[in-house]
């Protein structure tokens, strides 16, 4: 019963999230239409029976119906030969050719295809920029606190208190800038170009991330590049009543040197540590006031909710961490628009370069995942808050758009990529070659929709 309900309350977030971005990019499609002269007969939220919808004074059908994955619009004339009233074909006359898709200048159809996607990005943009002007954008510096024993930072020296420049040629202008762009997380074992800049000298290095493991509450893992930095270090900054912590005699200030024999070098370590110990002795190896104490403590258990739903225990050691030097930046309409293209464009990077490694089998490809998938992470998201869920609003916002540009036959992309040989040619493509384009788009369409299916049955249910 409890897998249902959280199935159900899974599905409507999803659809809270997803109904908005199909309604932004048909919306863009029929904008530019309308702005061209194309007569719109249908813009449908959803797919199957009409639930309920209205007549415009433009002519158009807006309506909702019961399938609500997904949207379309329909224009007159998007075939040339349009069937009457007694469903037989016939020529459009002279008045309808005027309002006709088919019939107008290719750069205008070109425009109404791409108006989806770029509503899409724009959408995303305007969101980002609002954030930015009104609760602001946090700025951390790019200075590492925290350095891993025997990380890749660790074996070309890079210490505690230096400034990250630049990676792999992308300069910084904060911490978070480090991962946003996919600098080191989509580059494990790949050497990449580092500069820091250490008492007033900049210095070029080359690191190799390491290959690392994460496992997510939901025991699904991934392999992600990691220098071995952090803005935290490994720093009791409150010890909390009643916990592991407390009865074992930690104090605020003490420094986390070992848990074992596995030296801790950053607060993420200790995190990962207790996590996966749960009502098991550890034995804790920290420094006080010069000295270096053992402290054995046994992480408490605590129930958590897995992304599936169901639960598992982690343990607990009732620590608190210092906070990182974070800085909240609202921005004028200007920089805001500036800074929110920018992230736009990092999102955009990172999503490419993640699935060209999967295509190339660098990474695991079940790291793609599908509805469900998406179900359970806006479930996950909507509980954190509202500014959490405009987050993953604009991620998903970036991506439909970014995906529906690719030349594949029945995306948008596919049709800007017929209007470009259209343009090279001098005329259409052939209706024979634009049919067998259109089914073996449809077909790899229908094939990824099965992979990601059978990928969220086999790595997020079962």
Request: glycine content about 10%; hydrophobic content about 45%.
């Amino acid at each position: 019963m409890e897998f249902i309900a959280n199935f159900w309350d899974g599905l409507f977030w999803f659809l809270v999230l997803l109904t908005p971005l199909v309604f932004v990019h048909e919306l863009g499609h029929y904008l530019v239409a309308r702005w061209c002269g194309v007569r719109v007969d249908v813009f449908s939220i959803g797919f199957g029976p009409e639930l309920f919808g209205w007549n415009a004074k433009s002519g158009t059908r807006w309506k909702v119906c019961a399938i609500p994955l997904g949207g379309y619009i329909k224009m007159f004339g998007e075939n040339t030969l349009e069937p009457d009233e007694a469903g037989e074909v016939r020529e459009l006359t002279p008045e309808e050719k005027l309002v006709s898709f088919e019939h107008k200048r290719l750069s205008q159809r070109a425009a109404v295809v791409f108006a989806g996607p770029a509503a899409n990005y724009v959408f995303a943009i305007v969101v980002l920029a609002a954030v930015y002007m009104t609760l602001g954008q946090s700025y951390t510096p790019a200075v590492v606190a925290a350095v891993a024993p025997d990380s890749a930072a660790a074996s070309i020296g890079i210490e505690p208190g230096d400034r990250i420049v630049s990676i792999n040629g992308d300069s910084l202008d904060r911490y978070e800038d480090i991962d946003l762009a996919g600098h080191v997380a989509l580059h494990p074992g790949t050497p990449i170009p580092i500069e820091i800049e250490r008492d007033g000298q900049i210095t070029q290095l080359t690191v190799t991330p390491d290959a690392i493991e994460i496992k997510s509450l939901g025991d699904t893992t991934q392999i992600i590049g990691s220098l071995g930095v952090g803005l935290i270090p490994p720093v009791v900054a409150e010890v909390i009543a009643d916990s592991a912590a407390q009865e074992a005699g930690f104090r605020a200030g003490d420094r986390i040197l070992r848990i074992g024999d596995t030296p801790i070098g950053r607060f993420e370590e200790l995190r990962s540590i207790v996590l996966a110990s749960p009502d098991k002795p550890l034995e804790f190896v920290i420094l006080r006031d010069g000295a270096e104490l053992t402290l054995p403590v046994t992480p408490k258990s605590l129930e958590v909710e897995l992304e599936s739903g169901a639960t598992k225990f982690v343990g607990q050691l009732g620590v608190k961490a210092p906070l990182p030097p974070t800085e909240i930046v609202r921005h004028g309409p200007t920089m805001a628009l500036w800074q929110a293209t920018k992230r736009s464009a990092e999102i955009t990077q990172t999503t490419l370069t993640g699935l060209a490694q999967i295509a190339t089998g660098a990474r695991d490809s079940k790291d793609m995942g599908g509805p469900i998938m998406i179900a359970q992470f806006s479930r996950q998201v909507a509980k954190r808050g509202v500014i959490e869920f405009i987050g993953m609003m604009v991620l998903f916002s970036i991506t439909l758009g970014l995906i529906n540009l690719f030349p594949i036959p029945v995306l948008d992309g596919g049709h800007l990529a017929f209007y470009a040989l259209e343009a090279i040619r001098g005329r259409p493509l052939g209706e024979r070659a634009q049919e067998y384009g259109f089914k073996i788009g449809l077909a790899l369409v229908l094939s990824l929709m099965i992979f990601v299916m059978v990928n969220d049955l086999l790595h997020r249910v079962f």
